[in-house]
């Protein structure tokens, strides 16, 4: 099989194995088939495109006002909508020639996938399962599926760059002791080569400019079980660019996280990176993963009139309480929320983070508050006719009014703590200058980064980012 892989190529063997159709080589190309065709400069920020609350007017304003020349575009766990809004804008504006595409591959979400291809995910020893709802694969089948639809949905027939995905997502399935790391890892690097020799025959057909990978490991101490050694790759890439024919490799970028308290990718993947002709994207500029938690490197305003939602809100519950004339739903949702508030505003400063607070929410708060008052929110008390919102899920609509102005008032305490322990450490320095922009400051100066990745979906990101999107 290793034999027929060499002399047919790993992809003409895989629609021997699998029927999966495989577009053959064109023989006369335009200048972005040409194998190795050379990437743009980079603006220094690129638009990142995760999320699906994209603003059209956001990023339509991002790419012909200030210099934008990349995109990253990728689904994750979601079924591709960010990629057809932003395949449907470089239409519209007529742009696909004046940015590079990033995508990345390796999350395979079930409800994307055809009954055949949960059968072979389900049947494949290179599937990890994250979750009932999720899988992670890097087999090229899998990422010539992937490819396919990110493509169409897209409105192109070639990506600038195609990352592999936190491939390390094996090493976390994998490895259940420490004696495992050394064979598991092994294991992983033998995946990522074989990932390599269908990458480089797609960069041989035209549909791939280039390729490397996006890991979180790339971030983390090399002593992490989860770290992903990276010195190797280029090897690799080498030897499965021999193996197809071509005369160099294509590996040519990594992405990780970076920012002012996740350091370590910073100082040693992206430095060696730069030493050896790679490019280094940077993603998670303004949010870092540290000792458990997420904190938001950016600056919000509090909410000025909290104290009065607050006592507002405790104001309606106590009103519905003494209407209620003894109804015991009424009054056991009443006290429920009345608990909710108080210890919530009790705890407003120890959430570090409005993803913490987001977790609790979703984890302990909301399940509580409909345990409590399911029956109540749900039916009405008091349901009148004609077009009044029945009693019991008005009181649903104030209470969630409230968490919603609660998030916004974490968030800006929060970020004020975290603010201040950077002007602690001295990580930034000037008192005056928002900590977002000094954030990306940081990132868009450090020699080894080639450009950072930002969500811009309203017009404050793009304010933030302005006076960085110089080529």
Same mark, same amino acid.
């Given at each position: 099989?290793?034999?027929?892989?060499r002399?047919?190529?790993?992809?003409?063997?895989?629609?021997?194995?699998?029927?999966?159709?495989?577009?053959?080589?064109?023989r006369?190309?335009?200048?972005?088939?040409?194998?190795?065709?050379?990437?743009?400069?980079?603006?220094?920020?690129?638009?990142?495109c995760y999320?699906?609350?994209?603003?059209?007017?956001?990023?339509?304003?991002?790419?012909?006002?200030?210099?934008?020349?990349?995109?990253?575009?990728?689904?994750?766990?979601?079924?591709?909508?960010?990629e057809?809004l932003?395949?449907?804008?470089l239409?519209?504006?007529?742009?696909?020639?004046?940015?590079?595409l990033?995508?990345?591959? $390796?999350?395979?979400p079930?409800?994307?996938?055809?009954?055949?291809?949960?059968?072979?995910?389900?049947?494949?020893?290179?599937?990890?399962?994250?979750?009932?709802? =999720?899988?992670?694969?890097?087999?090229?089948?899998?990422?010539?599926?992937q490819?396919?639809?990110?493509?169409?949905?897209?409105?192109?027939?070639?990506?600038d760059?195609?990352?592999?995905?936190?491939?390390?997502?094996?090493?976390?399935?994998?490895?259940e002791?420490?004696?495992?790391?050394?064979?598991?890892?092994?294991?992983?690097?033998?995946?990522?080569?074989?990932?390599?020799?269908?990458?480089?025959?797609?960069?041989?057909?035209?549909?791939?400019?280039?390729?490397?990978?996006?890991s979180?490991?790339?971030?983390?101490?090399?002593?992490?079980?989860?770290?992903?050694p990276?010195? $190797?790759?280029?090897?690799?890439?080498?030897?499965?660019?021999?193996?197809?024919?071509n005369?160099?490799?294509?590996?040519?970028?990594?992405?990780?996280?970076? =920012?002012?308290?996740?350091?370590?990718?910073?100082?040693?993947?992206?430095?060696?990176?730069?030493? =050896?002709?790679?490019?280094?994207?940077?993603?998670?500029?303004?949010?870092?993963?540290?000792?458990?938690?997420?904190?938001?490197?950016?600056?919000?305003?509090?909410?000025?009139?909290?104290?009065?939602?607050?006592?507002s809100?405790?104001?309606?519950?106590?009103?519905?309480?003494?209407?209620?004339?003894?109804?015991?739903?009424? $009054?056991?949702?009443?006290?429920?929320?009345?608990?909710?508030?108080?210890?919530?505003?009790?705890?407003?400063?120890?959430?570090?983070?409005?993803?913490?607070?987001?977790?609790?929410?979703?984890?302990?708060?909301?399940?509580?508050?409909?345990?409590?008052?399911?029956?109540?929110f =749900?039916? $009405?008390?008091?349901?009148?006719?004609?077009?009044?919102?029945?009693?019991?899920?008005?009181?649903?609509?104030?209470?969630?009014?409230?968490?919603?102005?609660?998030?916004?008032?974490?968030?800006?305490?929060?970020?004020?703590?975290?603010?201040?322990?950077?002007?602690s450490?001295?990580?930034?320095?000037?008192?005056s200058?928002?900590t977002?922009?000094?954030?990306?400051?940081?990132?868009?100066?450090?020699?080894?980064?080639?450009?950072?990745?930002?969500?811009?979906?309203?017009?404050?990101?793009?304010?933030?980012?302005?006076?960085f999107?110089?080529?």
């Open positions: 099989y290793q034999r027929r892989v002399e047919k190529g790993v992809l003409s063997m895989l629609v021997h194995r699998t029927g999966t159709r495989i577009a053959q080589p064109r006369s190309v335009s200048l972005h088939y040409l194998p190795f065709a050379s990437l743009r400069t980079w603006s220094k920020i690129g638009l990142g999320k699906l609350s994209q603003n059209e007017e956001v990023l339509t304003k991002s790419l012909k006002e200030t210099g934008v020349n990349l995109i990253e575009a990728t689904s994750g766990f979601s079924g591709g909508e960010n057809a932003i395949g449907e804008l239409q519209k504006l007529n742009w696909r020639s004046k940015v590079d990033v995508s990345r591959f $390796g999350y395979v079930k409800k994307t996938l055809s009954e055949r291809l949960k059968n072979e995910l389900d049947l494949s020893p290179e599937t990890v399962l994250l979750d009932p709802d =999720n899988y992670h694969s890097i087999h090229p089948t899998f990422m010539l599926y490819l396919d639809g990110i493509l169409q949905r897209l409105g192109t027939d070639y990506l760059v195609f990352l592999i995905n936190n491939p390390e997502c094996f090493l976390a399935s994998y490895i002791k420490d004696s495992d790391v050394q064979e598991v890892r092994q294991e992983l690097m033998r995946r990522i080569e074989n990932s390599f020799l269908a990458l480089e025959e797609l960069v041989q057909q035209g549909k791939i400019k280039t390729y490397g990978i996006s979180n490991s790339f971030s983390q101490p090399a002593d992490q079980k989860l770290f992903l990276y010195e $190797g790759l280029l090897d690799m890439a080498q030897r499965a660019s021999k193996k197809v024919g005369n160099q490799h294509s590996f040519k970028v990594v992405q990780m996280p970076g =920012n002012l308290l996740e350091r370590d990718g910073l100082d040693n993947c992206a430095l060696w990176a730069t030493k =050896n002709d790679v490019r280094v994207l940077i993603n998670r500029p303004l949010n870092a993963a540290v000792q458990g938690k997420l904190l938001v490197l950016a600056d919000f305003p509090q909410v000025a009139d909290y104290k009065e939602a607050l006592n809100t405790r104001n309606h519950f106590a009103e519905r309480l003494k209407k209620a004339e003894g109804d015991v739903d009424v $009054g056991k949702a009443c006290h429920a929320i009345e608990r909710v508030i108080v210890e919530l505003d009790r705890m407003i400063h120890s959430f570090d983070s409005v993803l913490h607070f987001d977790q609790a929410l979703l984890n302990s708060i909301v399940p509580y508050i409909y345990r409590m008052c399911n029956k109540h =749900n039916e $009405g008390e008091g349901t009148t006719t004609g077009q009044e919102i029945p009693a019991g899920r008005r009181d649903a609509m104030v209470l969630f009014d409230f968490l919603d102005l609660f998030a916004h008032q974490v968030k800006a305490l929060s970020s004020a703590k975290v603010r201040r322990e950077l002007l450490s001295k990580l930034i320095e000037d008192n200058v928002p977002q922009e000094q954030a990306l400051a940081f990132l868009t100066k450090h020699p080894a980064v080639t450009s950072v990745l930002l969500e811009m979906t309203r017009p404050e990101h793009l304010s933030n980012a302005s006076k999107l110089k080529h």
